[in-house]
């Protein structure tokens, strides 16, 4: 009786390690698929802004024209060329707001997925909340003085733009 029970317990040590073995490989796999999933997402969006300013008229004589676009503006203007806020996407005018909200602390990437809607535990979703922050730096619109915490600019910088107790 004894061996037979000794044996069950092995073999079920041997399914276990089995087990957690293919757990690893599985939990591997899908961190592999969530990184290809985040490149592929900001692949896309560069390749969309990068479609949209190819369309884009080119400047004459310093002049920025103003004309509407016509369906959804994915492509985020520099902060010289736009009269304020108003000309950013939706998205990127919450990311704005809450970056004006974060103050002197700066709003964070995973707190960015939050504020999109978005799962703050999906590390995928961070990444391109990351993305979109990053690419308002780029652009001007926010500065990232410590890393992965990005503020708004001198209160002077960004038209359209109310920081908390500011103008009471």
Do not use: C
Not at 36 to 61: C, S, W
Not at 123 to 146: C, F, I, P, T, Y
């Amino acid at each position: 009786m004894r061996a037979v029970l000794e044996a069950r317990q092995k073999a079920a040590a041997a399914r276990g390690r089995q087990l957690e073995d293919e757990l690893e490989r599985v939990r591997a796999a899908l961190a592999d698929a969530e990184e290809v999933q985040r490149r592929r997402v900001i692949g896309l969006e560069e390749y969309l802004e990068a479609l949209a300013e190819e369309e884009a008229p080119a400047e004459v004589a310093g002049e920025v024209p103003r004309r509407k676009p016509i369906g959804p503006r994915r492509a985020v203007p520099h902060r010289r060329n736009a009269a304020g806020v108003k000309e950013l996407s939706p998205e990127y005018q919450v990311l704005m707001a809450a970056a004006a909200d974060a103050g002197a602390d700066g709003l964070g990437a995973r707190r960015a997925a939050v504020v999109l809607g978005w799962d703050s535990a999906s590390a995928s979703r961070v990444e391109g909340a990351r993305a979109r922050l990053k690419r308002l730096v780029e652009r001007g619109w926010l500065v990232e003085q410590k890393p992965g915490r990005f503020t708004l600019p001198a209160p002077h910088q960004v038209p359209g733009v109310e920081r908390p107790g500011a103008g009471s």
